[in-house]
């Protein structure tokens, strides 16, 4: 009988044990959150999911895409946050998309340090005009951007073939364009920053647009090799004063983007997107990066909320509404 109980003993403690495991394994289950999206967020997250995953018992996987994958994936369930790089449209919205400001970032014109006018658009810079010419091709040979003729300097435009956040506000600042007209009159369309990072720094002749964190250096805050970006002549004078002379690092060019001396659009607000109200350990992770989050985004080139619109934010979340 002692030894029928002393086995009964053991197998009912087995079987707990494997229920605790069983239970375990459920709450590790719970507890990955699962993040896909713009690629200009993308650097970001992945030092959010770095720092959160240190303090709060989380799994956070992270991917790019674009962001139409994000919103995509957000809204079929296939991941928990959708990183969303430009505005919600009123049809994503009525399908239970949910979103939350949660940084600033801007996108720039890009060319090669050995374009035929660099020295030239270095003392000048480049009107929204000339830019829209530039990518409408209505100018194809950057010498006639300046009244020159010079030789092999035929325009190459780099565009996005994926659903590109940079690619709609680029399009928007160049005069509410879509990213598909920009498409039609580019010469290749790419899929990524990292692809159009490399389609410009082959040809001295390219022009394109990308994320501020894919021309400056993340730890130098230098440009990164032969890519540079395109000045605006942001007061039409044919000539880049002091006051818009701010290219030459990242923290100089931060500082005049978050002054909003660098216009918006392309200066464009980072959204997190949920299908439906953030929930359980993934609202705890959108909180944080409204609150201890916000103050790693400048060392890593993004643009903190003000108070305010962080308050606004942190209200909208509260409440699970922005109305």
């Not at 946050?81 to 430009?86: L, T």
């Not at 830019?131 to 035929?154: A, M, N, P, S, Y």
């Not at 899929?191 to 894919?214: C, E, H, M, R």
Request: aromatic share 8%.
């Amino acid at each position: 009988m002692k030894k029928f109980l002393a086995i009964l003993l053991v197998l009912c403690f087995l079987a707990a044990t494997l229920a605790g495991c069983s239970q375990k394994t459920d709450i590790a289950a719970t507890t990955t959150i699962r993040v896909s999206g713009a690629w200009a967020l993308y650097p970001m997250m992945l030092v959010w999911a770095d720092e959160y995953m240190k303090i709060a018992p989380v799994e956070i996987e992270v991917s790019g895409g674009g962001a139409g994958k994000g919103m995509t994936d957000v809204l079929s369930n296939q991941v928990d946050i959708g990183m969303v790089s430009r505005p919600i449209k009123q049809e994503e919205l009525a399908q239970g998309a949910f979103y939350i400001a949660a940084t600033k970032d801007t996108v720039l014109g890009v060319i090669h340090e050995n374009n035929p006018v660099y020295e030239d658009i270095l003392e000048k810079g480049l009107s929204r005009e000339d830019l829209r010419k530039i990518f409408t091709r209505e100018t194809t040979q950057w010498g006639h951007v300046f009244g020159k003729e010079l030789e092999d300097d035929t325009i190459v435009v780099y565009g996005r073939s994926d659903s590109s956040g940079a690619a709609s506000v680029w399009a928007d600042y160049l005069g509410k364009y879509t990213e598909a007209d920009l498409q039609n009159h580019s010469d290749s369309n790419v899929s990524g920053d990292q692809a159009i990072a490399a389609g410009v720094q082959s040809d001295k002749n390219a022009v394109s647009f990308t994320n501020l964190n894919y021309i400056f250096n993340a730890e130098t805050g230098g440009y990164i090799e032969n890519l540079r970006p395109i000045p605006i002549d942001l007061n039409d004078n044919d000539l880049l004063d002091d006051s818009e002379s701010f290219y030459s690092d990242k923290s100089s060019f931060l500082k005049n983007v978050a002054a909003g001396v660098y216009p918006a659009p392309p200066t464009r607000e980072e959204f997190l997107v949920g299908n439906g109200v953030f929930k359980g350990p993934v609202l705890d992770f959108v909180n944080w990066i409204l609150a201890d989050g916000q103050n790693i985004l400048e060392e890593n080139g993004y643009i903190q909320l003000t108070d305010e619109e962080r308050k606004r934010e942190v209200n909208i979340l509260s409440k699970g509404s922005r109305e």
